[in-house]
DNA sequence: CGATTTTTTGAATCATATCAACGTACGTGG
DNA sequence: CCACGTACGTTGATATGATTCAAAAAATCG
């Protein structure tokens, strides 16, 4: 049940049997089917996902209600509304189940009682922080860097994965696009080649 | 001449005069005079640079040439091309000083031996990524979600100092937009109040 | 003060959004 | 097993908003 999540946490920092017994001591499972939520904006996000098995999206809603899909993640990506789990604010995105799911979730107590008793896991947080950060500051450079077209091309070549699993017009509102232009620009990449 | 780093370390994890001391030894110091570059795309970004005194611009070129900038730093903001430091390859993205600057510089074997030697510096690094996360996440999300207008009348409530310090046409190309039409924006906004 | 940079304004052009209709695939219940 | 309903993707016509190009006005700097 905990395997993705030790694989991932091993990425960076490796842990004995021990230390891993340790940390899952404090994790606990959840599953979710197909169209339930993980979270609601307005409520509090309570704990940080890392997805075992299953695809789920995020999105915010504008002040015209209209949805935008801010992340996908598949196994053994962490998603949460991390300002709302730090500094216990309501929260203010939405995250779905696309499939069903196997979560392994993290409490707020538990997060900081590993952070303090476990100079590892502090390090894990703080790599996969840099990390998401690096990837984060990537996606924002090819938003405001390239076209529309040139966009599309990186998010297959990047994200194959993602584009077999999700329905086209989520792919559009990640962009920002309607599913119109999307669709258009894919039968304009077909055509040039 | 280490005031401003000093007291952003203070602000997350609270350090005795003596840990001071021993974080310092491992700073240097740089001064830019305005239109000096603290990074050039294509070179190796060897340090992380906080701001003790000045302002600076990071952009980076898309396919035809043309510049995006990608984030302003004042005064206590930290930057560099993390991507680069971390994995030591060459840096995407530029950084210019807009004004003469004061900086204090972190070399990679520091950060890293400061990481090794003290867990307070790790926990601070662990914060300082993950409010920088947090900060671009909203970033993001307000650029996919809000009106140019709302969208300006926010940076200009987030951050009144930058508008006060830095060219409009610098702000437009933060935004995504040309100058002229930030500059329409504007006019749009002034009349509906 | 003169030179350069920055901002504003106007007109034409281009790209995406919007609105609407149609085609297709999929799954469910009759 | 078929028929229907729903969700998804495509295509077309029009409208909207930003870009581009050009020029003038305003502000800044030496």
Not at 70 to 75: G, V
Not at 163 to 178: D, E
């Amino acid at each position: 049940m905990y395997e993705v999540f030790l694989s991932k946490v091993n990425e960076k920092v490796s842990l004995t049997p021990q230390e891993e017994a340790e940390i899952i001591a404090y994790l606990t499972t959840k599953t979710l089917r197909k169209r339930e939520f993980f979270l609601k904006e307005g409520d509090l996000c309570r704990y940080i996902a890392l997805v075992e098995k299953g695809a789920l999206r995020t999105y915010v809603t504008d002040p015209e209600g209209h949805e935008h899909i801010t992340a996908f993640a598949l196994e053994g990506w962490s998603l949460g509304d991390l300002c709302s789990f730090l500094r216990e604010e309501p929260a203010t995105q939405n995250i779905e189940a696309l499939e069903d799911c196997e979560l392994c979730l993290i409490s707020r107590p538990a997060h900081e009682a590993l952070l303090l008793k476990m100079p590892k896991y502090e390090t894990y947080n703080r790599i996969l922080m840099t990390e998401a950060y690096i990837a984060l500051q990537k996606r924002t450079r090819d938003m405001i860097s390239l076209s529309p077209d040139e966009q599309y091309k990186a998010f297959v070549q990047v994200y194959p994965n993602i584009v077999l699993r999700v329905p086209q017009h989520m792919i559009a509102s990640y962009m920002g696009l309607t599913p119109e232009t999307l669709s258009r620009i894919k039968s304009r990449i077909a055509q040039h080649k």
